[in-house]
């Protein structure tokens, strides 16, 4: 199969869910859905009908939205299918993916301390990058945060 | 050190120490957040070609055994206290060469969130070995310039550290 | 497991240890030497380079990101100028994408190599650590002449190489991939024959094309599982689509297959080597890029040594990527350890480690003990020690 037809094999599938679909390069197609159908999509999209597997959770900052997309790649060959979902700052939650795909508890716990989502039944909420004595509710990829100088003086006063 | 010259034989003792520790100093290693660069080209420096341990330096596991600290790396804040600690726990005298231009002034990770100035902010540093990432060649001319200091009986970083407080008190 | 409770041990390994490479810190928790389960804690390593490539421009960030890692920084700035590229619609000349393709390889050798050595120091097979080393020299040496430089090989530029192979150049890489491959004829012999090297490798860590699957292993460690999973052959990249490579795997999933496979690619390697020394295509070697480039965002994906490396960048028209995310291929492999331990014996864990590629052998010289109903409790070696003499009388 070529990648335009994986693509819209993968189309075909996540119809039920697609909010809003688009293909802004050639080998790649961005599927908008809502958070509550996170789990449906990733089960129709790997488990049943076996199309690629999880490559990264990508998170991306919207000040001006308030809100934090999580963008959840699958790749397949040459295809790329993005699902991505937004959540905004006030209710920062997404469900956990692991029980469909175990290897993607590293990247929910990237995504939990450096975004600060909290996703709803991971299995380790535990850090992994940032430092123990990193202070809480500081979300360094948010681009609220610029840098070290600016955690010293905050924590100072 | 008034006592030490009064007894003739301390004196002797500590030549054949500090003779013993230059001609076979042992070291361990420690990444404190490097990219890897400078790790691989220690490893390369104590491998066949380069063969360090024909100054008798060798590689050690534990900081109990050890003389000599290399390290490598802008020192991330998750590995500063493990740096403290592993410095803490290698024996008196103890002497470190920080490896690397991150080492030396955080280089490529200048103005990065997760890092420190540099190695010595955080524990007192003999040589630095400046370079990304520095050739095996510079690093044993860093361990080979620690080894003179040694033998010519300066002061090391250790030992200036532990003077300073007094000095400002004086 | 709530009655095994009293008995388990967590056994801390990491983050200083001995061999190299990343500081990571592993705890098994073990039911007398059997491991039962493991946890990672990373970030000894973490320097924020995702959000320091958002205070550099496109340029200065090649620089950056070469040095995410040292072992494989040639893939990392390729995987992101390839990407920067995309964005801006331009396609740098054939004979740069060939000294890429080239430069990849050449570093696939260095890499796999200096991995060969350490899992073999891993193993207590110090031997084939200092031989692999030694032959290690030899490919360095090409990549210095080549790049000048033996770390970070600074070879991409925006549109782009700023380096050129000489006709002279590629005889020396010849030789050089001739001694090389007679070198890991005989490494190959030693890590399928050698009894005692087998004896800590043949049935240790096995791992199904299942589990593979489904734990999202990547690279020579997918690979010898047997599924067939390449990024250079599946969406080639580069000029990999002119210079291709032919998939190495194996059906052993155990040790023994991770070091096949990885030794076989490396045949693989020198072979596209020389077709592309032999062939290479005569062009200019940069694509002029504008400084400000386009909004958008792009997905870039290659294979590095130690499987696929994903970057996604995202432009809003400035001199100043909006976000750039690297997900390299040990997050992935790290993963399956915690499933793929469990059943073996501690002292397996350093091989087991060295088998994805990162590295380890060190213990933290303390034991933490939970106990139902105590608190969480930290023991000295000497504790520990008075507990086993106890424990046994």
């Known amino acids: ?30 599927v908008r859905i809502e958070r509550e159908d996170l789990l449906a999509a990733v089960d129709a999209l790997i488990l049943k009908a076996h199309r690629g597997y999880l490559a990264a959770i990508t998170g991306l900052d919207h000040p001006e939205d308030e809100q934090v997309e999580l ?20 209710d920062a939650q997404v469900p956990t993916l692991c029980d469909l795909i175990p290897s993607a508890t590293l990247y929910e716990r990237e995504l939990m301390e450096m975004f600060g989502v909290t996703v709803v039944g991971t299995p380790d909420p535990a850090r992994l990058l940032l430092s123990d004595d990193w202070p809480e509710g500081v979300y360094p990829l948010r681009k609220s945060f610029t840098g070290f100088d600016q955690l010293e003086t905050e924590s100072e006063s | 050190m008034s006592d030490q010259s009064s007894n003739p034989l301390a004196s002797v003792m500590d030549g054949l120490k500090s003779w013993a520790r230059i001609n076979s100093p042992w070291v361990i290693h420690y990444n404190s957040g490097s990219c890897n660069g400078c790790d691989i080209e220690i490893l390369a420096t104590l491998t066949p070609r380069y063969d360090l341990e024909r100054l008798g330096v060798k590689l050690q596991g534990s900081p109990r055994h050890a003389d000599i600290l290399i390290c490598t790396g802008p020192v991330t804040r998750q590995s500063k206290e493990r740096l403290k600690r592993i410095y803490e726990q290698m024996p008196s005298p103890k002497f470190v060469v920080a490896v690397g231009s991150c080492g030396t002034a955080s280089g490529a990770f200048r103005g990065c969130y997760n890092i420190c100035e540099s190695i010595g902010d955080v524990i007192p540093v003999d040589v630095y070995v400046p370079g990304c990432a520095p050739r095996p060649e510079a690093i044993i001319y860093g361990v080979a310039q620690l080894l003179e200091m040694i033998k010519s009986g300066a002061p090391s970083a250790e030992m200036r550290k532990a003077e300073e407080p007094a000095a400002v008190e004086g | 497991m709530e009655a095994k409770e009293p008995k388990k041990f967590i056994v801390p390994i990491g983050p200083q240890h001995p061999a190299l490479k990343e500081p990571g810190h592993f705890e098994f928790s073990v039911d007398g030497e059997i491991v039962t389960g493991a946890s990672i804690r990373l970030g000894y390593v973490h320097r924020g380079i995702e959000k320091g490539t958002e205070q550099r421009n496109w340029i200065q960030n090649i620089y950056l990101l070469e040095r995410v890692c040292g072992i494989c920084s040639h893939v990392h700035a390729m995987a992101y100028t390839l990407g920067v590229e995309k964005l801006a619609g331009v396609t740098a000349p054939p004979r740069a994408q060939a ?4 430069v990849a390889e050449l570093e696939r050798i260095h890499s796999h190599m200096l991995w060969l050595g350490v899992a073999a120091h891993e193993g207590g097979f110090d031997t084939l650590f200092m031989y692999s080393w030694r032959d290690r020299e030899v490919v360095m ?36 991939c001739d001694f090389l491959e007679e070198r890991l004829q005989h490494y190959l012999r030693v890590v399928t024959t050698d009894e005692t090297f087998l004896a800590r490798t043949r049935g240790v860590g096995p791992m199904t094309l299942e589990q593979a699957e489904l734990l999202g292993a990547v690279g020579p460690t997918a690979r010898a599982s047997g599924v067939t999973r390449d990024i250079r052959i599946d969406a080639p990249y580069a000029s990999y689509a002119e210079f291709p490579v032919t998939v190495v795997t194996d059906n052993g999933g155990d040790l023994t297959a991770r070091f096949v496979v990885r030794i076989k690619e490396l045949f693989e390697s020198c072979r596209v080597i020389r077709q592309i020394l032999d062939n290479m295509p005569e062009s200019e070697l940069v694509a002029k890029v504008p400084r400000r480039i386009p909004a958008g965002e792009t997905i870039s994906r290659v294979e590095a040594p130690r499987g696929e490396l994903f970057y996604y960048i995202k432009s809003g028209g400035g001199d100043r990527p909006e976000r750039v995310k690297s997900r390299t291929p040990s997050l992935c492999n790290w993963s399956t350890i915690s499933t793929v331990a469990v059943g073996h014996k501690l002292a397996d864990m350093p091989m087991l480690l060295a088998g994805i590629d990162p590295c380890f052998s060190c213990n933290d010289r303390m034991i933490q003990i939970r106990r139902k109903g105590h608190e969480d409790q930290l023991w000295t070696w000497e504790q520990l020690r008075r507990y086993g003499i106890e424990y046994y009388r």
Do not use: C
């Not at chain 1, 959840?72 to 006030?90: E, G, I, K, Q, W």
């Not at chain 3, 000294?99 to 080239?102: G, M, P, Y």
């Open chain 3, 99 to 102: 000294i890429r393709e080239l």
């Open chain 1, 71 to 90: 963008v959840y790649t699958f790749p397949d060959m040459a295809a790329l299918v993005n699902l991505r979902v937004s959540v905004p700052y006030a």
């Open chain 3, 141 to 176: 040496d090409l990549l210095e002449s080549l790049t000048g430089n033996r770390v970070h090989y600074s070879t991409n530029v925006l549109g782009g190489v700023k380096i050129d192979v000489t006709p002279e150049l590629a005889d020396t890489i010849r030789k050089g």
């Open chain 1, 1 to 30: 199969m070529n990648t335009e037809e994986l693509l819209q094999q993968a189309e075909e599938l996540l119809k039920p869910w697609a909010k809003e679909v688009s293909r802004p390069e050639d080998n790649r197609l961005d």
